[in-house]
C-alpha cells in the first residue's frame, strides 16, 4: 500500500478505493497478530488503532440510499470495531482471528460483486452536486475565517 501515491488514488473509482481500504484492514489485522505473539504490543496497538480507523472510514462511506445492506454493514463495522477494541486491551489474537473471518467474508463478496458489475461512473447530476457541495464548504470556510477576523 505505500505504493500508492495521492494521483494514484484520484484515478480509482469509490469501489477501487473501497477494495483498498480492505486490503488494509486485513494486512493489518493479520500483522497485529505476529506483533502480538513476538510480544510487540505497541506495534501491534498502532496497527489494531488503523484497523479501527480504517473501520470508520469503512462506515463512513456507506450510502444508506443503498438499502438494508448498508445498514447491515454499519451494524457489522461498529461490531468488527468494538471486536477490535476489545482484542487490544487483552492482546487477543483470537478475538482478532475472529474480525479477519468476518473481513475475509465481506472481502469475498464485495470483489465478487466487482467482477459482476463494472464500476459506474458518477452521474452528471452527482457530479454537478459534488461541485456544489465544494463550492459550499469554501464558502464557509472563507465566512468562518471572516468571523474568526472580528
Known amino acids: 500500500m505505500d505504493f500508492l501515491t ?7 473509482s469509490s469501489q477501487e478505493i473501497t477494495s483498498l481500504l480492505y486490503e488494509a484492514l486485513l494486512d493489518h ?6 506483533d502480538i505473539h513476538t510480544k510487540q504490543y505497541f506495534d501491534a496497538n ?3 488503532q488503523k484497523v479501527n480507523d480504517i473501520l470508520y472510514r469503512l462506515g463512513a462511506g456507506l450510502n444508506y440510499e443503498a438499502g438494508i445492506i448498508a445498514d447491515q454493514l454499519d451494524h ?7 471486536r477490535v477494541i476489545e482484542a487490544n486491551k ?20 464485495w470483489n465478487e460483486a466487482l467482477k459482476n458489475k463494472p ?12 461541485a456544489y457541495e465544494k463550492n459550499v464548504m469554501i464558502v464557509e470556510r472563507q465566512m468562518n475565517q471572516v468571523e474568526e477576523g472580528k
Request: glycine share 2%; no cysteine.
Open 90 to 109: 487483552k492482546k487477543d489474537t483470537a478475538i482478532i482471528q475472529e474480525v479477519i473471518s468476518i473481513a475475509e467474508r465481506i472481502v469475498g463478496a
Open 76 to 82: 457489522l463495522y461498529n461490531f468488527m470495531a468494538d
Open 6 to 12: 495521492e494521483e494514484l488514488i484520484y484515478k480509482k
Open 29 to 34: 489485522l493479520s500483522n497485529s497478530i505476529d
Open 119 to 130: 464500476a459506474q461512473k458518477p452521474s452528471p447530476f452527482r457530479q454537478k452536486a459534488n
Open 46 to 48: 498502532k496497527k489494531l
